[in-house]
Nanobody, 117 residues
């Protein structure tokens, strides 16, 4: 069973940056989509960014121009570079593996990101 381990969360001031990592226990090419999701207290989990096996990405509107998702296939790792962070970005961030058109199959344990104003 695929295991995903996130790291890189923490506390940062508004305007700061963080880089999240998600290390997979097996070849991430087995899944044609890797995604980052987040869940804030009292809110539903939402998609933040996705990267397809071919390298194309898409982002939710609120993070476009601030967040960048990338992948290192040799390390079976995906990243989320988050710049110009805002307090509304505060959430637990989860990595997920899935196939196109399907809901996530595997989830990581999550990493907390807190942005202070």
């Amino acid at each position: 069973q695929l295991q995903l381990v996130e790291s890189g969360g923490g506390l940062v001031q508004a305007g700061g940056s963080l880089r999240l990592s998600c290390a997979a226990s097996e070849n991430i090419f087995n899944f044609n989509v890797m995604g980052w999701y987040r869940q804030a207290p009292g809110k539903q989990r939402e998609s933040v960014a996705m990267i397809l096996s071919g390298g194309s990405t898409n982002y939710r509107d609120s993070v476009k121009g601030r967040f960048t998702m990338s992948r290192d296939n040799a390390k079976n790792t995906v990243y989320l570079q988050m710049n110009s962070l805002k307090p509304e970005d505060t959430a637990v961030y989860y990595c997920a593996a899935q196939w196109v058109g399907a809901t996530p199959k595997y989830w990581g344990q999550g990493t907390q990101v807190t942005v202070s104003s």
